[in-house]
């Protein structure tokens, strides 16, 4: 014999069920409702709705901070550019600011949160003032979106144990977990410097051409970090209170910097733009193949050049001038004029030569043979009496010298230097300018050699055509300049 429950029944079973479901439903909503959402300042995050809001975003975008206050939890949130300097060092520095002061850091406990495909390095620090003790929890990350760093700091009612797996440490983890940074510019991919080509030597032969007046090396992104201690007394006992003030130095010299090379590529003729990756403003140049390259503005001798092409490669924020970038690193206040340009460019780079160029010469079409006479008398009545040398003395000490002499001896002459593809490899040689067909030359070998090395003559007339494309210098002192260890 079965039972079967009654129809009344089965409805109020219905019933139950559907009011169970409810039940969890309105949990679920009132737990969400427990958090609310901040978005501002580029950035979101979710906290605690009882939680108040007690300085709302001071500063800007680039840098600032926010407080959030619960009844006996308060939770504040700095950012600033990043500046190249790891989490590990921010959490460093906190900790030594903590222990001065009559105050005594009694635990210190590292630990780093994997959150949302970012690496969020935090810090619990439990220390003493006056037998007062406090626990405060620090978390530091770098933000890619942005190129920003963030640091948050967290204290609460009681004194906390670790971040993971204690409930007064959960909002200060649910909201960081839960930050978002929005940013607004665009990324581009950089590629490494070409190769081959001519393309390469010509513009770090532009960036030669200048030098930064104030050639110090560009210093390190430091982000500064102060400390103030409040003990106050509070029903009967001390109550301690700590304060940070963070900030970081704008990078004024590294804007200025970029801003003056971008107007130098820009005017050249390169398409350009700024760019900032982790501390590292630089300036991003198109390729022939249609690809980004970086153009560094921290050279190594910045007495020597403006730039040179580096191997990154990349993700980076690019902006879309300079005006832009001044203002996104918070100094567009501090620069006297907005616009690079040739009036206020002397103050920040002098310009030491002409670049060079990439030439493709017509050879001379009806050469006087008197003329062609004088030039071969010429190099065949000097000697250079000594072997050729790889790298000690070899075409590029020929070529000088040979100009050198022809130019002494009225004749417009140029030094040629090929490139990685070119079919001389690696080799330099001149050109001479015919006096009766402007824009037409001859072109002069003068690495000529006997079966033992030895250096034949000054130099001798050529007419294979890969001797009429390569890159150009007026004179030796340009290419000198530009070349340092090949100059002579």
Not at 18 to 31: D, M, Q, S
Not at 419 to 448: F, S
Request: net charge negative; with cysteine.
């Amino acid at each position: 014999m079965s039972l079967r429950p009654s129809s009344s029944s089965a409805s109020r079973s219905i019933l139950l069920s559907f009011l169970f479901i409810a039940l969890i439903v309105l949990n679920a909503h009132a737990e969400e409702a427990d958090f609310t959402s901040y978005r501002g300042m580029d950035f979101s995050f979710s906290y605690p709705a009882v939680w108040k809001i007690s300085n709302d975003a001071t500063g800007s975008s680039v840098s600032g901070n926010i407080s959030l206050d619960g009844s006996c939890n308060h939770f504040s949130l700095y950012w600033t550019r990043d500046p190249g300097t790891g989490p590990k060092e921010i959490l460093d520095q906190i900790e030594d600011n903590y222990n001065r002061g009559g105050v005594s850091i009694l635990s210190g406990k590292r630990t780093a949160i994997e959150m949302q495909e970012r690496t969020v390095e935090t810090l619990t620090l439990t220390y003493e003032f006056r037998d007062c003790k406090r626990t405060r929890i620090f978390a530091v990350w770098n933000s890619s979106p942005s190129d920003r760093m963030f640091i948050a700091a967290f204290s609460g009612c009681v004194s906390l144990g670790n971040v993971n797996g204690n409930d007064d440490a959960m909002p200060f983890e649910r909201i960081i977990s839960s930050f978002s940074d929005l940013g607004r510019h665009d990324e581009i991919s950089l590629n490494p410097r070409p190769s081959a080509g001519a393309w390469p030597i010509v513009l770090e032969d532009l960036l030669s051409s200048y030098h930064y007046k104030d050639s110090v090396i560009l210093p390190d992104g430091v982000v500064h970090t102060e400390v103030d201690q409040e003990l106050s007394w509070v029903n009967g006992s001390y109550s301690l209170d700590s304060h940070e003030t963070i900030w970081s130095d704008p990078p004024k010299t590294a804007v200025s910097r970029a801003g003056a090379v971008l107007h130098i590529l820009q005017q050249a003729g390169y398409r350009a733009r700024p760019v900032q990756r982790s501390g590292e403003i630089g300036v991003a140049v198109y390729d022939p193949e249609g690809k980004w390259v970086q153009v560094s503005i921290d050279p190594e001798d910045p007495a020597r050049k403006v730039g040179l092409l580096s191997n990154e490669t990349e993700e980076v924020l690019v902006y879309p001038n300079y005006n832009e970038l001044a203002r996104e690193n918070g100094i567009e206040r501090d620069i006297k004029s907005h616009t690079i340009n040739n009036a206020n460019l002397d103050s920040i780079v002098q310009k030491d030569c002409e670049p060079s160029c990439y030439a493709e010469l017509k050879p001379a079409d009806q050469v006087s043979n008197s003329w062609l006479k004088g030039l071969r008398d010429v190099m065949k009545s000097c000697e250079y009496r000594r072997y050729y040398e790889k790298d000690i003395f070899d075409c590029s000490s020929t070529a000088q010298i040979c100009w050198s002499t022809l130019t002494e001896k009225g004749y417009d002459a140029r030094l040629m230097l090929s490139y990685k593809g070119h079919p001389l490899k690696d080799h330099m040689w001149i050109v001479v300018e015919t006096p009766y067909e402007k824009g037409r030359y001859v072109a002069i070998e003068t690495a000529n050699v006997d079966e033992k090395m030895w250096l034949v003559n000054l130099g001798r007339v050529v007419a294979d055509e890969e001797y009429f494309r390569g890159i150009m210098y007026n004179s030796s002192a340009q290419f000198s300049w530009m070349h340092p260890d090949e100059g002579m």
